[in-house]
């Protein structure tokens, strides 16, 4: 049986192109494939309607642990967890396509890049989509650009940025979930090093770039403490932020095959607390994110910066805004 919903002929699609890609490199155990595309541009469901997005890569080589994203390879017949950052896909770029829908949205309307993978992981480095992506963006007006990354590459991009925020409105919102770097190299294994997306977030801040932090997600015992909150949110200050926010751990079934043997093998005391709150129910209710809520708000108080940029960046998490 190909897909469980034989309804969808999205799916079919998808997996019929992905299945058709050419391979573009292997390396170790990462093969990097092309994606025919019919579209750049995506649209947010639900509440999230409103929102355009755009993910140059489909998979995402940072491979953390906690990430929500891994399901999507399951549209393409890829039902290991472990091959979402393991197979990645490139989308094969065609400039005047991506402007032509570019040029379909209207003044004032939003766009998110990396909703649903990470634009600036390794592939960028090689296959450079984004950067090509952001430099047909320069040539537009009127539009509000968000990126969100856990990547320092963004700062190579920092003078396109600018580019595009003189006609356009910029911010970058950079992921640091904990400034602990070993802890860090534990749960998003082929991310940049905390210290190395500060330095980001500094060089980008330096030429005006707006940039926020978010400390998402927070887990509870493994980095949710006030002083591990505090650590991101002070460094976010003093390289120049101008907004953090920090909201609680989800985790979808797909993302649990993942995180419990994870947590199994690091965290041994956690796992059966985890599982008794989490397999019920993907997200946590009541006292807990209530309780992180404050405790961020606290912190936020002592660093007089505001949450986020609540117009732009959609509340909660990135989990409605695949494309
Ligand atoms: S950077 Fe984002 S998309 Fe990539 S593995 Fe981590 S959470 Fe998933």
Known sequence: MLFDDHSSPELVGIARLAAASELLESKKQVEYLEL??????????????????????????????????????EFMELRDPELFERKIYAKRFQAPWFRDE?????AGETIWMGT??????????????????????????????GITTKSDLVARDAELLV???????VSVHLTITTLDEALARLLEPRAPRPALR?????????????????AHPIMPL????????????????????????ANPLFLKPCSQQVFFPFLEQHFPHLLRRYKERF?????????????????????????????????????????????
Request: contains cysteine.
């Open 279 to 323: 397999q019920a129910n993907a997200f946590l209710k009541g006292h807990y994110p209530e309780m992180i809520r404050e405790r961020v708000q606290k912190v936020l108080s002592r660093y007089k910066l505001p949450p986020r940029e609540s117009a732009e960046w959609p509340p909660g998490d990135q989990l409605d805004l695949f494309g």
């Open 163 to 169: 580019r595009i925020g003189r006609k356009n409105s």
């Open 198 to 214: 500060v330095a980001a977030l500094r060089r980008l801040t330096d030429v005006g770039v707006r940039v926020g932090v978010l």
């Open 116 to 145: 649903a993978t990470d634009a600036y992981q390794p592939a960028e480095r090689r296959f450079r989509i984004t950067r090509r992506m952001l430099e047909v963006f320069a040539g537009e007006r009127g539009l509000i650009l």
């Open 222 to 245: 493994i980095n949710d403490s006030e002083k591990s909150i505090e650590a991101v949110c002070a460094a976010a200050v003093a390289n120049g932020a101008s907004s953090f926010s």
């Open 102 to 106: 570019l040029r379909r949205l209207k």
């Open 36 to 73: 025919e595309t019919r579209r750049f541009i995506g649209r947010g469901s639900g509440r999230m309607r409103s929102i355009f997005t755009l993910n140059p890569y489909r998979g995402c080589e940072f491979g953390c642990k906690y990430c929500f994203a891994r399901y999507a390879h």
